[in-house]
């Protein structure tokens, strides 16, 4: 999946068919339905999954919660600005995904 395919996917009403739940669920939180997004990502059961749920987390701004995903997904807590963060997940998801 190339990024900025997936990124220009936002102005449309559904993500890309080939996405993974974990892109998915960054998708919807893009387009601002956390809900959504966070169900995705509690679907998606592996460390992609839980990456994009500490994320979440981070978003909601539950901290002690998204370090307890960060750890399950085998990541350092982010500092990172949200918009930051969502870029370098999705970027690295995307890659993933081919």
Known sequence: MDFD?????????????????ALQALW?????DWQAAHKLA????????????AYLHRVEGDERNAAGWYRRADKPYSRA??????????????????
């Open 81 to 98: 600005p949200l918009a930051e963060e969502w870029q370098a997940i999705t970027k690295a998801l995307c890659a993933k995904a081919g």
């Open 5 to 21: 395919r997936f990124k220009r996917s936002l102005d449309q009403a559904s993500p890309p068919a080939e996405t993974g739940l």
């Open 42 to 53: 509690q679907d998606q059961d592996d460390a992609d999954g839980a990456w994009v749920h």
């Open 28 to 32: 919807q939180q893009a387009k601002g």
